[in-house]
């Protein structure tokens, strides 16, 4: 089945410049901006600029340039933020939210970059 991109959602509007965002970063082909609903000290996002669904949609069909600027961008991020563990940073976790089961609100890509306090367990049961 192939992928259907809804060029009505909340972060292509962001991409189109008809809703405002808050910026971290741009570059040719990401973009980066604080969660409107952050939930953590440091919760930012991090968007392929392309028409992409998922992160498996991405993966699989996102040019070696894409790739490439969308991993580097959210690495810029985390060098920005000062979270990296290996430099000193008290650590993050990054989690891309796909589908149904992944509780996806935004039907487009997205990267949720959180950091500045202990995150706890990485999974709770709905409901816990
Ligand atoms: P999810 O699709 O479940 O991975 O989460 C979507 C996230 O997008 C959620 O944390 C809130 C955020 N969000 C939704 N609408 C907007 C918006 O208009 N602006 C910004 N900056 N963030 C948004």
């Given amino acids: 089945m192939a992928y259907t991109y ?3 959602n909340i972060f292509a509007k962001i991409l189109r410049g008809e809703i405002p965002c808050n910026k971290v970063l741009e570059t040719e ?3 980066a901006f604080h969660d409107v609903r ?4 440091a919760h930012i996002l991090v968007i392929p600029k392309g ?8 993966a699989l069909e996102a ?10 961008a959210i690495g810029t ?12 940073g ?3 976790r990054v989690i891309a939210n796909s589908g149904d ?18 995150l706890g367990r990485m999974l709770a049961k709905p409901g816990e």
């Fill in 29 to 31: 082909h990401s973009l």
């Fill in 63 to 72: 040019s070696d340039a894409e790739r490439a600027d969308f991993v580097a």
């Fill in 101 to 118: 089961h992944g509780v996806q609100e935004v039907m487009h890509l997205h990267v949720h970059i959180l950091a500045g306090r202990m």
């Fill in 51 to 58: 028409p992409f669904v998922t992160f498996d949609h991405f």
């Fill in 90 to 92: 008290a650590g993050y």
């Fill in 38 to 41: 952050p939930q953590a000290p």
């Fill in 77 to 88: 991020v985390c060098r920005d933020l000062g979270i990296q563990p290996g430099e000193g």
């Fill in 6 to 8: 809804d060029t009505n």
